[in-house]
């Protein structure tokens, strides 16, 4: 019996060892599994250590702050139209008549084909030629709580259905147009059925400085909230035709679908619409252009009082591109050549005539054609002013009644889309032509030529040729060009000129004013005639 219980102890304890052992080993085999396994995967590199991802940390900055203030005020805007058969889509979303107080430019509008104001249209960017339902996109920012929305006209021009996306919102909302003004580009919308809307904190763009931060918040692409950061490159900028547009110009990144979205300050203040780039391959080559936030303000207040912007008219035209020897010629230094009268405008009925410069309006000094521009436009239509003119050397004063351009110019062919049908003029075979000191060969022109481009008092005489080198080539004149002036004198006839080069000495300053043709007539492809006047000036040789 005891030898019975002790071989039951003995079989007890090898049991409970093989246990312990057992225990042992799957411990062993549990701490050394890992290793095995990782020195496996990691053959390729043995000696490599695998990389751990820390904790996450907000580091946040500035531009982190403003992106999170501000993406909830920016929306993606989608509209879309269905193009008439033929319709050109360029000229339907071109940029806004040209300024009217303003005279055309001299070299007609090839360098503005830089200038791109820019929105997605379709899947690629791109027109497509199709006669059914087309999409085009852009960006937008909310400036009040009930709804309203600041963007780019061109962004909503003519289309039939108007779409907002908030970021983060999955919702689509349908906005309606409350106002436009296409001489700014810029659009009013309003959509309704949003509850806590968060409108952006609007900012003075006259403390704006070359060298600030700028941040452009908007779609580009399609790309809802994209966040690009530069500087303001320059401000007040001048792109040719646009006479009530002086841009900010911007590095920060932008793109076809950011157009109407808002130009940052480091503060999170809106100072801008993103309106414009200029590029030469359609995308982003570090030149953008915002409208300043105080202009699009004004713009914004008339829309939502009246529906429309209402601005103040004399009823001239003037050219942008005079020079300062062109003043000096004419005896001053200041101040803005008429060069058209619009017949029954304010300007002329008060009295005023071609050539004449307005050097004040209201007995203050008016700087130049946009600082005149500025303040007629600004001037509450029926209020009476008094410009202060240089006729030939001696100062008059005029008492003009602004008026409502759009009523002064409803007739214009800029603002009408037509243009008269004017025949070129065509030189006789028994026409002489004469030799002039200037460098140039001209020729008279008959009373039918002159009738047809509307010419008064018989002035005008044609530019045949140009000699290469010459004074008449450097300041710009070329072949066909009309000149019907030379420093206010008027040009009848060869005779004319001959007499008045004749009193000119070398260094002084000489200015032409001249007609010249910007489109073919007829005889080059059935297009009407247009013709442009404006001043060409340098200092004899």
Same mark, same amino acid.
């Given at each position: 019996m005891r030898l019975f219980t002790t071989l039951r102890q003995q079989k007890s304890l090898s049991f409970g060892l093989v246990l312990v052992t057992l225990a042992v080993g799957i411990m062993i085999g549990t701490l050394a599994n890992p290793r095995v396994h990782a020195a496996r995967s990691q053959s390729a590199a043995p000696d490599a250590t695998p990389l751990v991802i820390p904790d996450a940390v907000q580091l946040g900055n500035e531009f982190t702050k403003l992106a999170k203030k501000l993406e909830p005020s920016v929306v993606y805007i989608t509209a879309d139209y269905t193009p008439k058969v033929g319709d050109n889509p360029h000229k339907r979303r071109g940029a806004p008549q040209e300024e009217e107080e303003s005279g055309p430019t001299t070299g007609g509008d090839e360098?503005?084909?830089?200038?791109?104001?820019?929105?997605?249209?379709?899947?690629?960017?791109?027109? +497509?030629?199709?006669?059914?339902?087309?999409?085009?996109?852009?960006?937008?920012?909310?400036?009040?709580?009930?709804?309203?929305?600041?963007?780019?006209?061109h962004v909503v021009s003519r289309v039939d259905r108007i779409k907002v996306k908030m970021h983060g919102d999955p919702a689509e909302y349908r906005a309606r147009?409350?106002?436009?003004?296409?001489?700014?580009?810029?659009?009013?919308?309003?959509?309704?059925?949003?509850?806590?809307?968060?409108?952006?904190?609007?900012?003075?763009?006259?403390?704006?400085?070359?060298?600030?931060? +700028?941040?452009?918040?908007?779609?580009?692409?399609?790309?809802?909230?994209?966040?690009? +950061?530069?500087?303001?490159?320059?401000?007040?900028?001048?792109?040719?035709?646009?006479?009530?547009?002086?841009?900010i110009q911007t590095d920060a990144a932008i793109n076809p679908g950011n157009s109407g979205g808002p130009l940052l300050n480091i503060r999170g203040e809106v100072?801008?619409?993103?309106?414009?780039?200029?590029?030469?391959?359609?995308?982003?080559?570090?030149?953008?252009?915002?409208?300043?936030?105080?202009?699009?303000?004004?713009?914004?207040?008339?829309?939502?009082?009246?529906?429309?912007?209402?601005?103040?008219?004399?009823?001239?035209?003037w050219n942008k591109g005079n020079k300062p020897e062109l003043m000096k010629a004419l005896g001053t230094n200041q101040g803005v050549m008429v060069d058209a009268l619009k017949k029954g405008g304010p300007a002329d009925k008060a009295g005023l005539k071609d050539e004449d410069i307005i050097v004040a309006m209201d007995g203050k000094s008016v700087k130049d054609g946009d600082d005149l521009v500025g303040r007629v436009a600004d001037t509450p239509v029926g209020t009476g002013v008094n410009l202060t003119v240089d006729r030939g050397g001696k100062r008059m004063d005029f008492?003009?009644?602004?008026?409502?351009?759009?009523?002064?110019?409803?007739?214009?062919?800029?603002?009408?889309?037509?243009?008269?049908?004017?025949?070129?003029?065509?030189?006789?075979?028994?026409?002489?032509?004469?030799?002039?000191?200037?460098g140039m060969k001209i020729k008279p022109m008959s009373d039918a030529e002159r009738e047809a481009?509307?010419?008064?008092?018989?002035?005008?005489?044609?530019?045949?040729?140009?000699?290469?080198?010459?004074?008449?080539?450097?300041?710009?004149?070329?072949?066909?060009?009309?000149?019907i002036s030379i420093n206010r004198m008027p040009v009848s006839s060869v005779e004319d000129i001959r007499k008045i080069q004749s009193s000119l000495k070398s260094g002084e300053a000489v200015a032409f004013r001249v007609m010249r043709s910007n489109q073919l007539g007829p005889r080059g492809g059935g297009r009407p005639v247009q013709w442009s006047s404006f001043f060409l000036s340098g200092a004899l040789p």
């Open positions: 360098g503005l084909d830089l200038f791109k104001r820019f929105f997605k249209n379709g899947p690629s960017g791109q027109d +497509a030629p199709q006669a059914f339902r087309q999409q085009q996109s852009g960006t937008g920012f909310l400036v009040d709580k009930n709804g309203y929305i600041i963007t780019n006209n147009v409350v106002g436009t003004d296409p001489e700014t580009d810029l659009a009013v919308l309003k959509i309704d059925g949003k509850s806590g809307i968060t409108p952006v904190t609007v900012g003075n763009s006259d403390s704006v400085q070359v060298g600030d931060w +700028a941040v452009a918040i908007g779609s580009p692409f399609g790309l809802e909230a994209s966040v690009t +950061a530069g500087i303001v490159s320059a401000l007040g900028r001048d792109l040719g035709n646009l006479q009530m547009q002086r841009f100072i801008g619409v993103n309106t414009m780039i200029a590029t030469q391959s359609g995308g982003y080559q570090g030149i953008g252009f915002a409208l300043p936030m105080n202009l699009v303000a004004r713009v914004y207040n008339d829309i939502i009082k009246s529906g429309k912007v209402v601005r103040g008219s004399i009823g001239i035209s008492k003009v009644t602004i008026e409502d351009r759009a009523q002064v110019f409803k007739d214009d062919p800029r603002v009408a889309g037509s243009v008269p049908q004017i025949e070129e003029p065509v030189p006789g075979k028994s026409e002489t032509v004469t030799q002039a000191k200037f481009m509307e010419l008064k008092d018989k002035r005008g005489v044609q530019v045949v040729n140009v000699d290469q080198g010459s004074f008449a080539e450097d300041i710009g004149l070329v072949e066909k060009d009309v000149i």
